[in-house]
């Protein structure tokens, strides 16, 4: 079956990733999908909907209201009698209770742009730390194409992933730095 993996929200869309060898099963989820939301607020969310991507192996739900950058927020799911997450083969996720949701939603008038505070590089991960009023944004995330890492005396190194946790950007690179080695960004 699906194995419960991640939950971020943002704003009122909650999404949360499954671990799976295939797809989700893409049928059309109907009310509440069997998923309750809770807050530290206690100023009540419902779930108004929930759509499956299939492929991308997630649950997008749509609440009743935003959650705002302060709150935080967990969720739960019982299967519902009929329908309910499961993939392809039919296989049912389990029942999950008090899962933590990572918060992405942007502190009200943020309009502050993030800004590198450090760079670190341990091995082939350069660890790109920046300060912002709140978390980076996971899902929207620049290409690894987008970054350029050099090396004094050395060919360039290629970015071969980008990982965005908190306010911190890994990068995993195609090769290991040696010691003392001079890289730039």
Known sequence: PPVFSSAAVTGNQLVISYTEANTLNGATLTGNAGFTVSSTTGTAITVNSAVVNA?????????SRAVSSAETVTFSY?????????DAAGNNAADLSSQAVTNNTPAPGDTTPPVLSSATVNGNLLELTYTDASNLDARRTAAASAFAVGSVGNADIRVDSVAVSGKTVTLTLSRTVAGGETVKL
């Open 55 to 63: 492929t991308a192996k997630t649950v997008t739900l749509t609440l």
């Open 78 to 86: 019982a299967k519902p009698a009929t329908g309910g997450v499961q």
